[in-house]
Structures are given as structure tokens and as C-alpha cells.
């Protein structure tokens, strides 16, 4: 079962900042956030991962909440290309968490269409 | 680098032949992943190898489905007997440890007639 919640789908207008939500009430403490994305008929791309400190790299932010039951996905820039169906997936730091811990469970995610 | 490695791309095939899909893993990873992505079930985990060694199959779905990874740069997914309801699209991923981001190939979009 996918441990997070994302809405369906999204639009943003090109230019302007996408900012994806994700729940994940129920994370534990090793458990970290990850970020992926689809783009039609290709593999799923990584974005970001983080644990409890917000995040930047070149393609996006990762902000996540205090409490950590949340988090946000910023690209500051969208661009026609950022089209996608974009994953938030919660998943275990190390091997303490148990056999298969390892494991990316994908949800279905949040179709973004970027919007000219 | 030319990232994870996929083939064929595409491939049709009629009920009952056999399939193999070929993946080359990112130079330098030591874990490997097949996945399997249907719009009924979404990407599921086949099977997980490390260091050429399966640690985790149990996402196979019958004994008709095999894998191996005969070295560090090769990997194949074998389908024999091929039935319809194989038909997905097939990935591949590799990491520089197991729980490091996972990088995924292309894909290869089995269609079983």
C-alpha cells in the first residue's frame, strides 16, 4: 500500500511555480521522502529525496513540514516539458525497518499539465 | 553517462513464444531492478538483484517469468511461455547501493498476441 496521498491532478501555467502537495501522516523517523516523475512513454525520472531538512537541486525544492506528515514539491519554473505524472513515494532510509523495506511502492501519483 | 540501458524497445510476440529483455545497468551500480508498469496495477517490483545476486523475487508473478544477472553489467528478464496478459511495459533501474535513488531505463513495451 502506497503510504502517501497526492491529488489527481494539477495545472500550472508555463512560467509560473508548480507546487505539488503530498500526506504522509504516518512516516516513520528513517523513512525518507522521494520525488519522482513520468514523462509519457519514458522511465520514471528521480527527482529529490529528503528526510526532515528541505531540499534544492537543479530540477526542484523539497519542502517538507516540521512534523514531517507532509511535504511539497516546488518547480519554480514550469515549462511544457514538466508535464508529467509526478510521484511522492515514502520509503526506508536503511535495512532496521524490515525485509523489503528498500522497496520505491509507487502510487498513482499527480498528473501535472503545464499549461501554455 | 548514458544511464541505464534498455532492449528492445519494443517488442510484439505471439501467445506461447519466448521473450527476453535485456537491460544494461549504469556502470559502477551494484543494485538492479525490474519493474513492470500496467494501467491496472501500476509499477510493481519483480525482482531485486545485488551484486548479480537475486535478493528478492517475490514480486515474479508465475515460474513462467526468470532473471538473471550473469555480471555486474548485464541483466535479462525471461518470459517462457508468453501469454496476453504479459503484455506491460517492462523497466529496468539500477543504484550505487540499495537504498541510494533508484535510475530507471526507457522501458521495453511487451505486446503478447
Known amino acids: 500500500d502506497a503510504k502517501t496521498t497526492q491529488p489527481p491532478s494539477m495545472d500550472c501555467a508555463e512560467g509560473r511555480a508548480a507546487n505539488l502537495p503530498c500526506n504522509h501522516s504516518t512516516i516513520s523517523g528513517n523513512e525518507y521522502v522521494y520525488w519522482y516523475r513520468q514523462i509519457h512513454s519514458q522511465g520514471p525520472q528521480y527527482i529529490i529525496h529528503?528526510?526532515?531538512n528541505n531540499e534544492t537541486n537543479e530540477m526542484a525544492s523539497l519542502i517538507i513540514t516540521e512534523d514531517r506528515k507532509s511535504s511539497t514539491l516546488i518547480l519554480p519554473h514550469a515549462t511544457l516539458r514538466d508535464t508529467a505524472v509526478y510521484y511522492c513515494i515514502v520509503r526506508s532510509g536503511d535495512s532496521y525497518s524490515g525485509a523489503g523495506s528498500y522497496q520505491l511502492t509507487f502510487g498513482k501519483g499527480t498528473k501535472l499539465s503545464v499549461i501554455p | 553517462d548514458a544511464g541505464v540501458i534498455q532492449s528492445p524497445r519494443h517488442e510484439v510476440t505471439e501467445m506461447g513464444q519466448e521473450v527476453t529483455l535485456r537491460c544494461k545497468p549504469i556502470?559502477?551500480?551494484?543494485?538492479l531492478f525490474w519493474y513492470r508498469q500496467t494501467m491496472m496495477r501500476g509499477l510493481e517490483l519483480l525482482i531485486y538483484f545485488n551484486n548479480n545476486v537475486p535478493i528478492d523475487d517475490s514480486g515474479m508473478p508465475e515460474d513462467r517469468f526468470s532473471a538473471k544477472m550473469p555480471n555486474a553489467s548485464f541483466s535479462t528478464l525471461k518470459i517462457q511461455p508468453s501469454e496476453p496478459r504479459d503484455s506491460a511495459v517492462y523497466f529496468c533501474?539500477?543504484?550505487?547501493?540499495?537504498?541510494?535513488?533508484?535510475?530507471f531505463g526507457n522501458g521495453t513495451r511487451l505486446t503478447v498476441t
Open positions: 529528503g528526510l526532515k
Open positions: 556502470s559502477g551500480h551494484n543494485s
Open positions: 533501474a539500477s543504484s550505487d547501493e540499495i537504498y541510494s535513488p533508484l535510475h
